[in-house]
């Protein structure tokens, strides 16, 4: 048995594509929409498809405390299957496929490819093929030596979590700010389960990001690593990765669209300059991580302690 979460917050304006590939996928019952006070008739929409809604205050969404609170709602589910309400699935069988992945007995956690946009530019294109590829992985906690911290490379916009695991290991932490399914991920594999990466269960989801919000994921990746410190002792650097993104994107973009080149150049500098501040974040003050950061909201919690 399976359940399907998806945390929303004013989803209407993409409900019809998302809502009409979900219900060719899963029936009705089997999802659970946990909405942060939308205010565009979202939760209307959700009930009349026949999903069961729960409403939360927006003040209290977590990406980890959210999900895990989805995960002690549904304790006859065998897998929980977690979307986020802009990634459409490709194909009417896109979630039995992600699920066949756990016909193997020792896997934890799967995830399924991210295909770009229909209308996606060519640094977003990019960006979701050069993560994504056409070929599967699985992957335990061996696959450090040849991946480095991409071993725990994971998007809860699309992933299935095997429950009884997800509780073992705690659950998804609710004091990060974000990145809770990279954590996960890494618990799992350090208790012996693999990560599965399906690259035959598609969904459509990309982001065609600013620079602005370019160098503010990138700040959040730093704070991440920087306060999940243990990530990067356990799992190591992905070391060259950055190297081989940045010439991977400029030969596509020589041949799909040159004059984003430059472009291309200005946002991995912002990236990295993004990711060094979130690095060094203790020496910032809390109304400058307000500015830099993704997640704003954050930095109005009092500071945790790393989840390990």
């Given at each position: 048995?399976?359940?399907?979460?998806?945390?929303?917050?004013?989803?209407?304006?993409?409900?019809?594509?998302?809502?009409?590939?979900?219900?060719?996928?899963?029936?009705?019952?089997?999802?659970?929409?946990?909405?942060?006070?939308?205010?565009?008739?979202?939760?209307?929409?959700?009930?009349?498809?026949?999903?069961?809604?729960?409403?939360?205050?927006?003040?209290?969404?977590?990406?980890?405390?959210?999900?895990?609170?989805?995960?002690?709602?549904?304790?006859?589910?065998?897998?929980?299957?977690?979307?986020?309400?802009?990634?459409?699935?490709?194909?009417?069988?896109?979630?039995?496929?992600?699920?066949?992945?756990?016909?193997?007995?020792?896997?934890?956690?799967?995830?399924?490819?991210?295909?770009?946009?229909?209308?996606?530019?060519?640094?977003?294109?990019?960006?979701?093929?050069?993560?994504?590829?056409?070929?599967?992985?699985?992957?335990?906690?061996?696959?450090?030596?040849?991946?480095?911290?991409?071993?725990?490379?994971?998007?809860?916009?699309?992933?299935?979590?095997?429950?009884?695991?997800?509780?073992?290991?705690?659950?998804?932490?609710?004091?990060?700010?974000?990145?809770?399914?990279?954590?996960?991920?890494?618990?799992?594999?350090?208790?012996?389960?693999?990560?599965?990466?399906?690259?035959?269960?598609?969904?459509?989801?990309?982001?065609?990001?600013?620079?602005?919000?370019?160098?503010?994921?990138?700040?959040?990746?730093?704070?991440?690593?920087?306060?999940?410190?243990?990530?990067?002792?356990?799992?190591?650097?992905?070391?060259?990765?950055?190297?081989?993104?940045?010439?991977?994107?400029?030969?596509?973009?020589?041949?799909?669209?040159?004059?984003?080149?430059?472009?291309?150049?200005?946002?991995?500098?912002?990236?990295?300059?993004?990711?060094?501040?979130?690095?060094?974040?203790?020496?910032?003050?809390?109304?400058?991580?307000?500015?830099?950061?993704?997640?704003?909201?954050?930095?109005?919690?009092?500071r945790s302690n790393p989840s390990l």
């Amino acid at each position: 048995m399976f359940n399907v979460i998806i945390p929303t917050l004013n989803a209407a304006k993409d409900w019809p594509l998302f809502s009409q590939a979900l219900l060719a996928s899963v029936r009705p019952e089997q999802v659970l929409i946990l909405d942060s006070e939308s205010t565009d008739g979202t939760v209307e929409l959700a009930r009349m498809a026949g999903f069961s809604v729960v409403t939360i205050a927006r003040s209290e969404f977590n990406h980890g405390g959210t999900r895990q609170r989805a995960a002690t709602m549904l304790p006859s589910a065998e897998i929980l299957v977690y979307l986020t309400q802009d990634a459409v699935l490709a194909t009417s069988d896109a979630v039995t496929k992600l699920l066949a992945a756990f016909e193997n007995p020792a896997v934890g956690v799967a995830y399924g490819r991210q295909l770009p946009r229909p209308d996606a530019g060519a640094i977003e294109a990019h960006t979701r093929e050069f993560n994504y590829p056409a070929s599967p992985d699985l992957r335990d906690l061996t696959s450090r030596g040849r991946l480095g911290i991409k071993t725990i490379f994971i998007s809860n916009s699309f992933a299935a979590y095997r429950r009884s695991a997800l509780m073992q290991v705690g659950g998804f932490p609710s004091t990060v700010i974000f990145g809770e399914d990279t954590i996960t991920a890494a618990h799992l594999l350090s208790a012996d389960y693999k990560l599965a990466y399906v690259a035959d269960a598609c969904v459509y989801h990309s982001h065609a990001y600013s620079w602005k919000q370019d160098f503010a994921r990138s700040f959040d990746i730093g704070v991440l690593h920087s306060r999940e410190g243990w990530l990067l002792e356990k799992f190591g650097r992905a070391t060259g990765e950055g190297k081989r993104f940045v010439i991977s994107e400029l030969r596509y973009l020589w041949q799909k669209d040159p004059k984003q080149m430059p472009s291309a150049v200005i946002r991995t500098g912002l990236k990295v300059l993004g990711y060094r501040l979130g690095m060094m974040e203790a020496k910032l003050t809390p109304g400058v991580k307000r500015r830099l950061s993704m997640h704003p909201h954050f930095w109005k919690q009092p500071r945790s302690n790393p989840s390990l």
